[in-house]
């Protein structure tokens, strides 16, 4: 039965499956959760339009409409770099569970964020890790190391971390003129990303595809504007230099090409009023 991977019109979530296939074998892939951004000692589940509850309903919704029986976080479920702080603890442990309670498999494939966090977890969910895992031929990776061998050999890779994102020129309304987006690069025959130890030997990856971070208020890299900051520079010049690179709107609007580590960055300048940048 054929396999399709595809974004989830409108939405931060790519959806893995066969298109007649039954609920077990679909799968929705999300990243960059950062539970508790925002948040603070009143409120650790953070604010209402990024809180805990708020995105478990968005997740469920989308598994819903999208008859997935499965929901794979690639990375950073939560938001404190180091360990998880007593507050968060019980927001974790509830976002996970209201998710098991619908019936969904969960699993994590933990990213830099997610340190201390799989004792937090219910047991019921599936802690991979953090060098990757396979479904149907995909490779899910959260980003921020090198993946395992077996995921590298896989035709196509799913990464988070980069908090991926264009820049439109500034309105009254979005000032800074930024929106999330998908980046799908697509890589030479040869070309495909290995660690440097592995030698001669090359992965067999055709194509990565990189989601928008789920959080609403998490950070946005302006890929067409800017270098990513540090923290996200390794996937970026390791993963993004393998090949020509390409960005797309959560509604599917095709922005283009984007520039690739090596290469010049578009200038700074103003396009008008919603348009897109160089």
């Known amino acids: 039965m054929t396999r399709t991977v595809r974004p989830v019109p409108g939405a931060p979530a790519l959806l893995l499956g066969s298109p007649k296939g039954p609920r077990r074998d679909r799968t929705l892939i999300v990243a960059d959760l950062h539970l508790g951004l925002g948040g603070g000692r009143d409120t650790p589940a953070g604010p209402p339009e990024a809180s805990a509850g708020s995105l478990a309903a968005d997740l469920l919704g989308l598994a819903a409409a999208e008859r997935a029986g499965r929901i794979v976080v690639a990375g950073d479920a939560k938001h404190p770099i180091v360990g998880v702080p007593a507050s968060l603890r019980p927001v974790v442990f509830e976002f996970f569970s209201s998710l098991l309670e ?3 498999e969960v699993d994590l494939v933990p990213g ?3 340190t201390g966090l799989a004792r937090h977890l219910p047991r019921e969910v599936a802690v991979h890790s953090p060098a990757g895992l396979v479904i149907d031929g995909v490779g899910v990776v959260h980003g921020h ?4 061998e077996e ?3 896989a035709p196509r890779l799913v990464m988070g971390h980069l908090h991926p994102g264009y820049r439109f020129a500034p309105t009254g309304d979005d000032p ?11 890589i030479p025959s040869g070309s495909a990303p290995a660690p440097p130890e592995a030698g001669a030997r090359s992965g067999k990856t055709r194509e990565i595809v990189i989601v928008p971070a789920f959080n609403p208020l998490a950070g946005i890299e302006a890929l067409n504007r800017d270098r990513p900051a540090r923290g996200r520079s390794f996937l970026y010049r390791r993963f993004l230099s393998a090949g020509s690179a390409r960005a797309y709107l959560l509604d599917g609007t095709d922005l283009g090409p984007l520039p690739t580590p090596g290469g010049p960055v578009p200038p700074r300048r103003s396009t008008g009023r919603g348009r897109p940048g160089p």
């Open 102 to 104: 619908r019936g969904v």
């Open 176 to 186: 800074r003129g930024k929106r999330r987006c998908w980046v799908r690069v697509t």
């Open 151 to 153: 995921v590298l050999r």
């Open 112 to 114: 830099n964020h997610d």
């Open 145 to 148: 190391r090198w993946p395992s």
